[in-house]
């Protein structure tokens, strides 16, 4: 086993925003028994484990070793006439995984292509989009804890998943490394879900195939989100907010065009890009830090934003929002 330990090296290239900070010791990692001999050599170290880097915002220089997730492979466990159990390593990318989903025409992530990011990284979040989250095709997924150096399996019970959380935001925060995720994957005919706003209109009056659907999503969303290849970004950076029913009717009054959908038992959910919208920040720009023009809940990097700068905005809205409608905005993204 060589593991190749570098020192002071930019994070840059492994962070989507395309934060330029450094990172006293890297490694990456292409194998569980790497990550093992990593974490017995480091227990006392500070650590940052970087997947796709893409739900993350560096706000300065990391003292500590970031351990970049490197493992690749996708195999099928099981099968029968309708399903497919599917093991896929932490470290593949999940765009790629989505296309070798579409390619073995097994169904249900087509409606979560193009979602930046890895593998590993999306039970962490729960990643959803177009209708569906990935707790409905979760099966369990494999993880190392950082203090005892064993792997534990964590069923969709344990993940405790939630809208964009799960237990490993939480109670587990910091505490395991994900290596490998199970999913429950279905085959043709498929089951698909069009009911997300925009999706069925796209799609027409025909019965989609997955991959038409996927094509559909990729479309939507090229033409909405900016590419973090050409744009640094992180996707969405806020939550869209949960309110209660008697607030949502005293704002109602106030904004009647308000957008809404019922959620939760007496919560309301208020789309986040429609209060930052509403406030005049898409398109907002504060030396290379902005608010895309096309989609007011992605923050951007229009090159040489340093990560304060994005935080400043992000406050700045986030208070913004607190004054104007007494919401609370989350950020979705973890800041470091
Ligand atoms: N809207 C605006 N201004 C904008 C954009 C949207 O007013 O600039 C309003 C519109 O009324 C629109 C509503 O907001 O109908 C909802 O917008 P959209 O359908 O684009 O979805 P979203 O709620 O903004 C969420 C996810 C996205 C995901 C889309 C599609 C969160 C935080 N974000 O966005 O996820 O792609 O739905 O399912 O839940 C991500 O997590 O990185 C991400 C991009």
């Known amino acids: 086993m060589v593991l190749n330990f570098q020192k ?16 006293k010791k890297f490694v990456g990692i292409q ?6 001999a990593v974490i017995k050599q480091h227990q006392e170290a500070q650590l940052l484990v970087l997947g796709g880097g893409s739900n993350l915002l560096l706000t300065q220089n990391f003292e500590g070793l970031t351990i970049r997730i490197e493992t690749r492979g996708i195999e099928i466990e099981q099968e029968d ?18 296309l070798w989903c579409l390619e073995n025409d097994l ?3 087509e409606n979560l292509a193009l979602i930046p990011g890895s593998v590993g990284a999306s039970p962490i979040q729960n990643i959803g989009a177009y209708g569906v989250e990935l707790s409905e095709v979760f099966e369990s997924c494999e993880a190392l804890s950082i203090k005892t150096g064993e792997i534990k399996i964590f069923n969709k019970v344990d993940c405790q998943f939630g809208y964009r959380n799960s237990i490993f935001k939480n109670a587990l925060k910091g505490q395991y490394i994900i290596t490998s995720v199970q999913f429950n994957l279905t085959k043709a005919p498929h089951q698909v879900n069009t009911s997300y706003e925009g999706l069925s209109e796209k ?20 033409a909405k989100l900016p590419d973090p290849v050409q744009i640094g970004n992180s996707g969405s950076f806020f939550k869209n907010p949960l309110i209660p029913t ?13 957008p809404h959908y019922p959620d939760q038992e007496g919560k309301i959910k208020i789309p986040a890009a429609w209060l930052i919208d509403h406030l005049g920040y898409k398109g907002y720009r504060m030396n290379d830090a902005g608010v895309h023009q096309n989609q007011a809940l992605v923050l951007v ?4 934003a340093s990560g304060a700068e994005i935080k400043k905005l992000a406050q700045a809205i986030k208070d913004s929002v607190m004054e104007n409608f007494a919401i609370n905005l989350e950020f979705e993204v973890n800041i470091l």
């Open 203 to 222: 799609l027409g009056a025909k019965s989609p195939d997955i991959q038409s659907i996927a094509q559909a999503v990729i479309d939507i969303r090229s």
């Open 81 to 98: 006439d309708g399903s497919a159990r599917v093991k896929v390593a932490a470290g593949e990318n999940w765009h790629d995984f989505v």
């Open 31 to 36: 194998s569980t028994d790497e990550l093992k």
């Open 246 to 258: 008697k607030q949502f009717m005293e704002l109602q009054q106030q904004f009647p065009k308000m």
């Open 8 to 23: 002071d090296i930019s994070l840059r290239p492994f962070n989507t925003f395309g934060i330029d900070v450094k990172s």
């Open 107 to 109: 169904g249900g992530v």
């Open 301 to 304: 990097n229009y090159g040489d």
